[in-house]
């Protein structure tokens, strides 16, 4: 099963990655493929909203650790934008906050990346 | 030869047939021959004849002490042509008398016999698509059938378990493939009492499904009234008499157990021996007393027992005890004592039984009657576990979901803020992922077994798999840099995230399981990792 979502929207030079609700094995072809898009649309940043999200399991945590290492490979930048307390929790204790920065929201997150 | 002798009934007139389309003809004058079905029985020697392949046989030529022949002469045959297909005799041409009067000629002979070779073909299709045709419906009924009791048996079996605080009850049925009459029942007794059914309908299918429904009812209507368990069985062994058809019976064993004290009084109605176990000791509870609906005026012997802190009692029907191998070996009483003793409480210990029955059987088994398992056990001690959940949930994609949603939903109110809420629910939703995908490989007849209980002031998530064997392995902190380097795959977070999610983590591995235990303790708060 793919859960389908929107093509990614692109916002001064930022593409904005609107997450479907259940991030894990389902999220598979939306995550990879809305990467892509943005790869070829040339954009620097690409942020994760995760405004929508309501489940993310360990296998959609690696998910994200793929399109992380392949953005680093290729130059660009993650971010990531409201998250809940919990998933926020959990971006800590994985550490991936480390290695992408995470914004309140979404407009938080395209004013800190114009910077 | 059912169908030979279908066959023959059939006979084939020669005559002026216009005789019996013109009514201004009577009837009576027509040289129609009308004859009664013929039968030939499968050892009349006049098979062994036509089957000679001799072609059309002249009936009053013959000279053969075969009553066949004589029922053909007084039908007024003069002349067989046997019809065979593929060397089997599938019917016969029968004539009469020539409208001329005169003999049959060799030359109508073997117009005849030209007509016979090419008809018997034709009428052995016909023939199959008929005996298919009937098999067929024959077949559907059986089904329908089988579906009505299938049907009958679930609308009348419960559908939840009765909720005994300090008690932790599990039941299981599975119907064989004919849907013997096997049932158990829960009922609410005066004074918080609980009556446990277990009983085996004699016989298969729709009757015994309705036999099952309709003791079922009685017992319902007459254990609030009596109570005495003796006193119901007495009851519905009256009632059933007068109506059950005969050479049926229900073997039944009713219970009735005062929770607060654990005492519980039982009568049996000839049925299996329910298995207590107390500490290492298993024993039989026994009461005498025949079968339900057999005789009337029956008598049932009453007992008495305690079921004390720890103890278990098993009520079973003769399913599981009574299942072959594939030698003829029979799964026996001694081998459901052994294992009673050394099995678990609850859905452990019906899985238990049922996975060493799997064992004994073998892969390539068909369940050869009902098996019913009805098991309680008493909570240990004063400050013993509280179970509030506990189910099943096969091991297919989106089951970790409803797992952790379940264990949310019963959850919710036993006092964990909301942030360790959360946190317990990744914790459950990775360990289900986990005894899915790696206990179970993804077999959707594999179950993850899922219990919830608070003891004390700990919350306690169980959750087991059908893994075993293989030692779970420590959760280890990944190496993340490693990973965004592509120098290791990214995944690997499931343990190390239920680790950092939960007070306590605790996995034990057996031969045939894999069980891992989420702990929160109640009453502290989530203070920021």
Redo the contacts between chains.
Sequence with gaps: MTTEMNAVRYVDGTAVVDLPPQIDSTAEHALNSAYAAAAEHGSKTVLLNFAGVDFLSSTGIALIVGILARARKDGRTITAAALSDHYREIFEITRLSDFMTIYGDESAALKGGKK | MMTLTRTFRRVIGRGDTTATSTPARPASRSRVLETAPIDIAPNDPILAYFHAGSGAVAIDELHLDSPAVTALRAAGVKLVVPLISQGELIGLLNLGRRLSDQDYSADDRRLLEKLAAQASPAVRVAQLVREQEAEVRARERINQELRVAQLIQQQFLPKTLPDLPGWQVAAFYRAAAEVGGDFYDFIDLPDGKLGLVIGDVSGHGVPAALVMATTRSVLRTEAPRLVAPGRVLERVNEFLDADIPQNMFVTCLYAVLDPRTGALRYANAGHDLPFVRRGAAVEELRATGMPLGAMPGMRYDERETTLGPGDVILLHSDGLAEAHDTTRAMFGFPRMRGLMGRLGIGVDLIDGLMDDLARFTGPAWEQEDDITLVTLARSAGVSGEHVLLEFREPSV?GS??KVMERVAAVVANVGLDA?RY??LK?AV??AA?NAIEHGNHSDPELPVHVRVSVTGDELMVRIVDNGGGKEIPEAET?D?EA????LQ??????L??IK?MVDDLRTHTTETHHTVELVMRLGEKGA??
């Design positions: 994609p970790e979901r942030k959360e946190r990744t939703s990775e992922m990944p993340l990973k965004l380097a592509g795959k990214p995944r690997g977070w499931g190390f995230l950092n920021d990792r």
